[in-house]
């Protein structure tokens, strides 16, 4: 295992919501912002951690967190992901994308104490479809090489870039919290399942 690689926390937040119909990264699960939320249970296991966005979101998280904004001409999560690759190469990330109202301070802690730098990333298995989940998940310098490889070959998705390489795959036994809120039918579910 690689010692001395720093880690950082990124929240992603630059994603269209098109499905939600409004901003997953503002509705308000845990009586804040969900990137406020995010960002605060980040802070409590990492030492620095970063809001991703698009670079016509900066307006609205200035000043509220350090921010990391859109580099790259593409869409979606590996945007947020390789923009952070780019400012800091050197660094891992602890990932987390603003979907996630289940979240809490057990599975990053579970992620953290099986983190594996030896691998290009740490991640949970989705229990939906057996797939490594890359948003919830340790990306090591390596892990987003490989992201950025697939990238430039024409693939976006994460999950395909983890799916290439040598990852260390974890059940986690909170598996609830994996849950992902994507459309209003989620977010209600998603409110009856904290209530």
């Known amino acids: 295992m690689q010692q001395g690689v720093s880690i ?32 605060k249970l980040l802070c409590s296991v990492v030492p620095e951690v970063y809001i991703s966005c698009r670079p016509d979101q900066q307006e609205i998280f200035a000043g509220t967190a350090p921010l990391i904004t859109d ?6 999560p590996a945007a947020g992901l390789l923009s952070a690759y ?15 109202p289940l979240i809490s301070l057990q599975s990053l802690q579970l992620l953290l104490s099986a983190r594996n730098t030896a691998k290009a990333a740490t991640a949970f298995n989705s229990p939906v479809n057996h797939l490594p989940e890359p948003l ?25 870039a983890l799916l ?22 989620e977010m209600q579910e998603a409110i009856k399942l904290i209530n």
């Open 136 to 160: 919830i998940a340790i990306w090591e310098p390596r892990g987003l090489e490989v992201l950025q490889q697939s990238v430039a070959g024409g693939k976006q998705c994460p999950r395909k």
């Open 86 to 100: 780019a400012a800091f190469p050197d660094t891992a990330w602890l990932v987390l994308a603003c979907d996630l």
């Open 164 to 185: 290439q390489t040598d990852i260390e795959l974890l059940e986690n036994p909170y598996a609830t919290e994996q849950f992902n809120a994507n459309t209003p039918e």
């Open 8 to 39: 950082k926390g990124l929240v992603l937040c630059g994603g269209y919501s098109t499905r939600m119909q409004q901003d997953k990264s503002h509705i308000a699960y845990h009586g804040m912002p969900q990137w406020q939320y995010l960002h």
């Open 71 to 76: 580099t790259v001409t593409i869409g979606g």
